[in-house]
């Protein structure tokens, strides 16, 4: 049984460009939720989908976004990458009755933008 | 603006060692608190606590929450290398946000 898959791993983007980040969910998950975790830092969340919608959003801009497919995998776009977009970023995914304790956490993709 | 402070921010003892983790946070919207462990880079679950305050325990780690103080402790005991992590809390919101703290880097050495 698969847990959580992120893709790519790493990847390394120039200032301004555009970046996709994908997630597949452990199987039976329905809830997928992004964070962002810089250097020496904590996780920030970014959103949480649910139903195909962005049911909650964390302090982030608009440049970030998101979608959730049919098969509940998700994508994490982030536009006009800044220097300080570089971060780990780590999808989780969850059955929405279970809540936070059935959170299941990826490997994460680390983005580095130059 | 809600905030998750966790101290100390690093701490180095030896094998054998009972160390405490440090957690403080905010009431609004408060659900329950959950404590993470990551070593390379998903972290995992260790556990969760409401605002029942029952202490929870697995092994040589437990960990209560203390809802007059806003704060919570992770107890490990009897220390050892494959302890060497980095913990996170998170407050867990009724809206569903989750909200980290900065975390602790324990380093166990031989």
């Known amino acids: 049984d698969a847990g959580v898959t992120q893709s790519p791993t790493h990847l390394i983007k120039t200032r301004g460009q555009q970046v996709t980040l994908r997630c597949s969910p452990k199987?039976?998950?329905?809830?997928v939720s992004w964070y962002q975790q810089a250097l020496g830092q904590g996780p920030q969340f970014i959103f949480q989908?649910?139903?195909?919608?962005?049911?909650q959003r964390g302090n982030f801009p608009d440049r970030f976004s998101g979608h959730q497919f049919p098969n509940y995998s998700s994508e994490l776009n982030v536009n006009a990458l800044l220097l300080g977009d570089s971060a780990l970023y780590l999808c989780a995914s969850s059955f929405s009755p279970q809540g936070a304790r059935g959170y299941t956490f990826g490997s994460g993709t680390r983005l580095t933008v130059v | 603006e809600d905030k998750v402070v966790q101290s100390p921010l690093s701490l180095v003892v030896h094998e054998g060692d009972t160390v405490t983790l440090n957690c403080s946070y905010e009431v609004t919207n408060f659900r329950s608190l959950l404590w993470y462990k990551q070593e390379k880079k998903a972290p995992t679950f260790l556990f969760m606590l409401?605002?029942?305050?029952i202490e929870k325990k697995s092994g040589r780690l437990s960990s209560i929450l203390d809802k007059k103080e806003l704060s919570s402790i992770l107890n490990i005991t009897a220390t050892q290398t494959g302890d060497s992590a980095i913990y996170l809390c998170a407050e867990h919101f009724m809206n569903n946000d989750m909200r980290f703290g900065a975390g602790t880097r324990l380093t166990v050495k031989p």
């Open positions: 199987s039976g998950h329905d809830t």
């Open positions: 989908y649910y139903e195909e919608e962005e049911r």
């Open positions: 409401t605002s029942s305050g």
